[in-house]
DNA sequence: CACGTGATCTGCAACGATGTATCCCAGCAG
DNA sequence: CTGCTGGGATACATCGTTGCAGATCACGTG
C-alpha cells in the first residue's frame, strides 16, 4: 500500500540503504545521486514510516507528558507550552490524563504508554516520591508541579514557598491583616498546598501578624471548590478582609461567589491567586497573582528531559532547576 | 534491554508465538500452559512494545488531533473530552497544535504526523474544503468545529445557526434591540463566524428588528480581541444595549472591557457569548452563553472515525451528525 | 605501477511483534 | 486398525527501517 523506501530505491535506481543514508543527511552521497533520490521521493510522495524507524532505533522522539486533566485551564497553557518546546527540539508530546487518580498515575509510568516515549515528564498528584521511584522504570523521568520533592529525582521546581510569601507580602503591604487561605488545610506542610501554606505563614510572621489557623480553609483547586470554601468561611462568620486562593481557579471561584453575595472586592475584601492564567488578567476585577515562570518550566523541564534521553549533561547529577517567579499586581489587589 | 516476548518464551518452555498467543487472547490455549506464561511474564516485568506491534500489525491504535492551541480553553476542554472517549475504547491521542497556521495544518495533514497515527480528527482554521481534500491522504479523516463545511468530507456539526439564533432570540426576549456581534465581519456567510453572524440575522428577521452593520465588529477569538473590539465599539459612538460575543473567550474579554469602563452589565448592556466553557460560570456576573455539545461531540467524532479506522458502518456514505446545543441563562443576560 | 586513502554505495541482519501455514496428537467413527 | 477431526502448539516469513561491515572505484603518492 504505502510507498516504502525499496520503492523508492528502485524509483532512483539505487540501493535501499542510499535511500535512507539520503533521508539521515549521510556526508557522502553524491549530488547526483542524492537528486535524485530526493526527486523519486517527491515523485512518489514517498514519507518515512515513523514506526518503522522507531523500532529499528529504539527512540520514538516522543516525550510522555502525565497530568490530571487538560480542561484545568494551567495545566493546558503549560501542556501548550511544553509542546512547543518539545517541537522545536524534534519531538512530540503525547499526554495521558491520570484524572488525578493513583492507579492512574502509576500505570502511566510503568504501563505499555512508556514504550511508546523516550521519557517521561511528570505533575505528580497523588503519588508521593517512594511511589514514583518504585513505579518508574528506567527510562528518563523528569517531575513538574512540584507536589513532590526529593533529593533523587530530577524535577523542574516552582519557587512556592517565596511566590506565596511574595503574594502574602503584598497583601499585607495594603493593609489586609486577616488574610483567608484556600486550597490547604492548617497542618499541610509538603506539596503545592503545604509549601504554599508555609510562605504564607512566612510572611504573616515577618510582618508580625498573629497566624490563624480559622482563616485556613481546604479544598479542591478547581472553580467550584473555590466557591465552596469562600461560601463555607462566610457563613461561619469569621472575619477577613483578603483571600488568597493557592491557584487561581480557586481563586476566581472565591471571587464570583464574593460577588455573588455582594462583597465589594478589593474594597471590602482583597483576591489573590496563583498561576496567572490568562483568565486572571480578564476577570472582573482583573486577579492579582503570581506567575511561577510557566514558559520557563516548560522549556527547562523539557530540556533537562532531552538530555537526559540524549546522554548530555551530568549523567549521574540530579537536577532541580527552579524557575522565576514574579508578581501580578491587579484591580482584585491593588 | 527490555525483556522481550523471546525471554518470555524461553522462561516459560514455550514458543515466542505462543506467548502472543497469549497476550492477544487466543482461545485454544490449555489453562496451564496460559498460566505458565503468565506467570513468566509477571516475574520477568515483561512489558509488549507498540512499536513493534504497530509495525507488524499497521495499526498504532492512535488518533491524531490537530487544533490550533490548547491553550485556548474551549479547545483544552474538547481535547480532554476526545482523549476520554478515545480512552475508552483504547486508542490513545497525540495532539498537534497548528498554530492556526495554513502550513502547519497542511504538514499535519500529510506528513509524517500521519504514520504515527491511524486517523485523524481535525478542527480546520486556515485550510478550505479543497485544500483539505487535497492534502488528506487515504486514512480517516473526520472534521470538527465546522468552519469547514463540505458534503463530501466527514464531520461532526455544531448547530451554529440555530444556537445563535437562539442566543440572540433570548437577547430580544431581554428587550434589547441594540445587539453587538464581536467576532464576525459583516460579508462573513462562512465558517463559524459566518454561520452564527446569519443565525443572529435570523433572529433579528423574526423579531422584526432591524439589522445594523455597525454593531457588526470584527476580532480575533481571543481575550484581548473581545476587549478591543467593544472598546472600538464604545469609542465609535454607537449605541447598543446588548453584546453578542461569538465565542466566550471574546465575549469575557468585552464582558471584562465593559466593567472597566464602567458600564453595568447587564442593566445597561447585556452579554452573552458562545461555548459555555468552565469559566463561563464562574464569572462575574456569570456569562449567559449556549453550549454546543461538547461532550458529545467528542463522543460522535471519535465513534465515527474510529467506526472508519476499523471498517465498520457504512464505508460509502458521508456521515455529518449534528450535536445538540442548549442555551445556558445567567447573570449576564437573564 | 602497486598501493594506501577516502569517497561513495551496497548487502545483510536485526529491531520485536504478528499472520499464515503447518505439525502433532488425542479421540473417535468406520 | 486406519483415517479423520480439530484442539493446541510451533516455525518461518514479514512489517519498513537503520547499524554494521564491506565492496567498489577514482586518485594521488612514492
Request: glycine share 8%; proline share 3%.
Amino acid at each position: 500500500m504505502a510507498v516504502t523506501m525499496n520503492d523508492v530505491a528502485r524509483a532512483a535506481g539505487v540501493s535501499l540503504k542510499t535511500v535512507s543514508n539520503v533521508i539521515n543527511d549521510y556526508e557522502f552521497i553524491r549530488p547526483a545521486t542524492k537528486q535524485r533520490v530526493l526527486d523519486a521521493i517527491e515523485e512518489l510522495g514517498y514519507e518515512t514510516n515513523l514506526t518503522a524507524r522507531s523500532l529499528r532505533s529504539g527512540k520514538t522522539s516522543m516525550l510522555g507528558l502525565v497530568l490530571a486533566d487538560l480542561s484545568v485551564p494551567y495545566y493546558a497553557e503549560l501542556a501548550s507550552d511544553i509542546m512547543k518546546a518539545a517541537w522545536a527540539r524534534g519531538y512530540r508530546v503525547l499526554v495521558e490524563q491520570s484524572g488525578n487518580e493513583a492507579d492512574h498515575e502509576k500505570s502511566a509510568l510503568q504501563g505499555q504508554f512508556r514504550s511508546l516515549t523516550d521519557g517521561l515528564l511528570f505533575i505528580p498528584l497523588s503519588l508521593d516520591a517512594e511511589q514514583i521511584i518504585r513505579a518508574a522504570g528506567k527510562k528518563p523521568l523528569v517531575l513538574l508541579g512540584e507536589f513532590v520533592q526529593d533529593p533523587r529525582l530530577d524535577m523542574v521546581l516552582i519557587q512556592n514557598h517565596e511566590a506565596s510569601a511574595a503574594v502574602t507580602a503584598h497583601l499585607l503591604a495594603g493593609g489586609r491583616r486577616r488574610i483567608a487561605v484556600l486550597g490547604a488545610h492548617d497542618g499541610d506542610t509538603t506539596g503545592s498546598n503545604g509549601l504554599r501554606l508555609n510562605g504564607y505563614k512566612a510572611a504573616l510572621a515577618a510582618a508580625g501578624v498573629e497566624y490563624d489557623p480559622a482563616l485556613v480553609i481546604g479544598c479542591e483547586w478547581r472553580r467550584d471548590g473555590g466557591a465552596d470554601a469562600i461560601a463555607r468561611l462566610l457563613d461561619s462568620g469569621v472575619a477577613f478582609d483578603a483571600v488568597f486562593g493557592l491557584n487561581d481557579v480557586v481563586a476566581l471561584g472565591a471571587l464570583h461567589e464574593l460577588l455573588v453575595r455582594g462583597k465589594r472586592v478589593p474594597d471590602e475584601i482583597a483576591v489573590a491567586g496563583f498561576d496567572d492564567i490568562d483568565e486572571a488578567r480578564f476577570a472582573s476585577p482583573s486577579l492579582t497573582t503570581v506567575e511561577p515562570g510557566r514558559a520557563e518550566i516548560a522549556e527547562r523541564a523539557v530540556e533537562l528531559l532531552i538530555n537526559r534521553i540524549e546522554g548530555k549533561g551530568s549523567a549521574d547529577k540530579v537536577e532541580q532547576p527552579e524557575a522565576e517567579f514574579s508578581l501580578r499586581v491587579r484591580q482584585s489587589a491593588p
